[in-house]
């Protein structure tokens, strides 16, 4: 039958879907109530076959823009010299990091003559690194297409808008299409298309950790959102009266109602609800951890949530699932040599705790991939106290799947693997904006193409890659 509201019903209701909602989904408004083109969720390859193993994509999301030039660095005394020249800047301090105190890494594929070292903050980061189960991505960045400097500053040449915007390279990043922006994101266009291998899954493809977030966004698959201490329960629906209301809202949401709004909106209720039960009770079979992960590490304490979730796998009915961190801020502008130590050692500490946790604890370290995103990195020269928003950067990648100990990506001019850090040379610009070798679409090309999806609806996901020499960058088996 169909049911009419009256003011405190709709008070109830409304106040359980706030909190509901936001721990069932965490995609634009829009695709939470399925009012977006759901072509973008059919696959143009057909149907996918199923799979008997698992693979995961866990996104850790640098928010602010990370200077990743002081993440990585070359250590060898010709090419350190000109970075050191480059990040010197204004007066009263400069942002290179000395030289005696760099981590070393044995880079494979490194050039004749050629050395690189980690910020000395990273231990954990060069320990992966050196034992081949990590990669760093070299000089990436949004881009329609190749791009060299000399075509760069020619007028009209096709660049993503908004350079230097946070919100919108953000979006970019995470949209998969440097020319345009909508409500969706390449991991969620990703699930649209894999979820199908989840036969028989009780929870969403996707799950974040950090709330909101434009990534996870699918057409028609939307995210689970909980939170590092693990599903987020409905306020206000506990103690004495929290059975009462229970039972009142599951009456609610098995009426039958005229309106589609209507009808979307206790659908979302009623899922949150389930995933909430299916997930708490799934968690409170979960094994102990025994790998330690850092105390009072934001980061570390989403991952050892994460590995908790892989754990149940086999009772999620999960083959294939998609995480999401964010943390930050890393914008900056200012104070920088006191903060990026402290950030960079929050990365890198709960990453190598987690790298460890997937190799000791689920014992499938080939199975889980981890990279890292930003929306650029930042100028090579100082603002005087710090550094400010520019382009192309570097991102991290681990897991067993990883060709590691090597660096991906060449300098579209010249074919180097590390771009020339001169100011205003031939890969930057006056300030030391560095112009992507390396379009983050073929990166994020290259983590779906691992997870499992066809190169026909890559070639849909991602409408730019073709534009480029190759959508694969080859750093995963």
Not at 169 to 197: F, I, M, S
Request: proline share 5%; with cysteine.
């Amino acid at each position: 039958m169909s049911y009419s509201f009256n003011p405190s019903r709709r008070l109830f209701l409304r106040d359980a879907v706030c909190s509901s909602l936001a721990a069932a989904t965490s995609g634009a408004l829009m695709t939470q109530f399925g009012l977006v083109d759901s072509a973008l969720a059919q696959s143009s390859c057909g149907s996918y076959a199923g799979v008997g193993d698992y693979k995961a994509l866990v996104c850790l999301f640098l928010l602010g823009g990370n200077d990743s030039w002081n993440m990585l660095i070359p250590s060898d005394t010709t090419r350190y010299t000109t970075y050191s020249a480059s990040r010197s800047g204004a007066a009263p301090t400069g942002m290179a990091i000395a030289q005696n105190t760099l981590l070393p890494i044995n880079v494979l594929n490194a050039g004749a003559g050629e050395t690189y070292g980690l910020h000395p903050n990273l231990p954990e980061l060069q320990r992966v690194f050196n034992n081949g189960n990590g990669t760093f991505v070299v000089n990436v960045g949004t881009a329609v297409q190749p791009t060299v400097k000399t075509q760069y500053l020619q007028p009209g040449y096709p660049v993503p808008p908004q350079l230097f915007s946070h919100a919108d390279q953000q979006a970019q990043w995470q949209y998969g299409q440097p020319k345009q922006n909508g409500t969706t994101g390449w991991g969620g266009l990703v699930a649209d298309r894999l979820h199908v291998l989840n036969a028989g899954a009780t929870i969403p493809m996707s799950i974040s950790l950090s709330g909101q977030n434009r990534f996870q966004a699918g057409a028609s698959v939307q995210p689970y959102s909980i939170s590092s201490s693990g599903p987020t329960s409905l306020a206000g629906y506990t103690g004495s009266t929290g059975p009462a209301r229970i039972t009142a809202l599951a009456e609610m949401l098995a009426e039958t109602y005229a309106d589609p709004l209507s009808r979307a909106y206790t659908a979302k209720v009623g899922n949150a609800l389930d995933y909430y039960n299916t997930m708490t009770a799934a968690l409170a079979q979960a094994p102990a951890l025994t790998t330690a992960f850092p105390a009072n590490n934001p980061i570390a304490a989403a991952l050892a949530e994460v590995a908790k979730v892989i754990s149940m796998r086999g009772m999620l009915n999960a083959k294939r699932q998609i995480f999401f961190i964010g943390y930050g801020s890393f914008d900056t502008h200012a104070n920088q040599l006191n903060d990026q130590p402290k950030l960079l050692t929050t990365v890198s500490q709960a990453l190598g705790a987690f790298y460890d946790c997937t190799v000791n604890d689920l014992r499938i370290p080939q199975s889980i991939t981890t990279f890292t995103l930003s929306e650029f990195a930042r100028t090579l020269n100082s603002n005087g106290d710090g550094t400010d928003h520019a382009w192309a950067g570097n991102q991290f990648v681990m897991g067993g799947a990883v060709k590691g100990q090597k660096l991906y990506g060449a300098n579209a001019a010249s074919g180097r693997l590390f771009p020339d850090q001169t100011l205003n040379g031939p890969d930057c610009l006056s300030r030391g904006q560095m112009i992507p070798a390396v379009s983050s679409d073929q990166y994020a090309a290259t983590l779906a193409s691992w997870l499992g999806v066809q190169d026909c609806d890559i070639a849909t996901i991602f409408p730019y890659v073709g534009n480029f020499a190759t959508k694969n960058l080859g750093f995963l088996s």
